[in-house]
């Protein structure tokens, strides 16, 4: 399977744009780039996903480099309610082939 | 109501015994997995079932069991319960095959083996 890195942890402030990197140098031509997020207490909660164009939706928007080795997440203005752990998972995407999690990047926003 | 239940959300249980952690959902879907967290871990996959005829082993399987009982629920089991099975479990759902694989989650069950 192909592996993801992400940092272990980063801080924003409230209301500053934050920019979740992961890196996927494994990553095949049928693998799409996921993320999800766990709350607090929660399960966790699908984001958004993208195969090579960037992706805008309500929550965020996920830059995707050309060659497709890395990622980006995009908070355009993170709340206290964004502190979470972020996962970016790579999956084809309807396949018969579970999310691998790893260990994610813990996201803290400062008040 | 939440789409995706589980059963307990928390149990406390001692070395030996059976538990049964039950999940349920009413999202129509097809698809159902089990998962684990410990702490400051991410989630790692026990069984995973396709439909109801299909069940299929995940990374950690060793020591658990599941059951498939109708589409809409998905039970795990642990035969005989050690105290590094304590962990968050959680319960998620998909669709099936030509629909983007979505998972939705429960709220996870934390089980305590002493």
């Known amino acids: 399977d192909a592996k993801t890195t992400q940092p272990n942890s980063m801080e924003s402030n409230e209301e500053e744009p934050v920019h979740l990197p992961c890196n996927h140098s494994?990553?095949?031509?049928?693998?799409?780039i996921h993320w999800y997020r766990q709350l607090p207490s929660q399960g966790p909660e699908y984001v958004i996903h993208?195969?090579?164009s960037n992706v805008n939706n309500r929550m965020a928007s996920l830059a995707i480099a050309e060659d497709r080795k890395s990622s980006t997440l995009i908070l355009h203005r993170a709340t206290l309610r964004d502190a979470a752990v972020y996962y970016c998972?790579?999956?084809?995407?309807?396949?018969?082939?579970?999310?691998?999690f790893g260990k994610g990047t813990r996201l803290s926003v400062i008040a | 109501d939440a789409d995706v239940t589980q059963t307990p959300r928390n149990r406390i249980t001692k070395t030996g015994k059976r538990i049964m952690l039950e999940c349920s959902q009413t999202?129509?879907?097809?698809?159902m997995y089990w998962y684990r967290q410990d702490p400051g871990l991410g989630l790692r996959l026990i069984y995973y079932?396709?439909?109801?005829?299909?069940?299929n082993k995940g990374e950690i399987s060793d020591g658990y069991s599941v059951s498939r009982q109708a589409q809409a629920k998905f039970s795990l089991s642990l035969e005989s319960a050690i105290p590094n099975q304590t962990a968050l479990y959680f319960c998620?759902?998909?669709?099936?095959?030509?629909?983007?694989?979505?998972?939705?989650f429960g709220p996870g069950t934390r089980l305590t083996v002493l």
């Open positions: 998620a759902t998909s669709h099936g095959p030509g629909s983007y694989n979505e998972q939705f």
């Open positions: 079932s396709f439909d109801v005829k299909d069940i």
């Open positions: 494994t990553i095949s031509g049928t693998d799409y």
């Open positions: 993208g195969l090579t």
């Open positions: 999202k129509g879907h097809d698809r």
């Open positions: 998972i790579l999956t084809i995407l309807s396949g018969n082939t579970p999310l691998v």
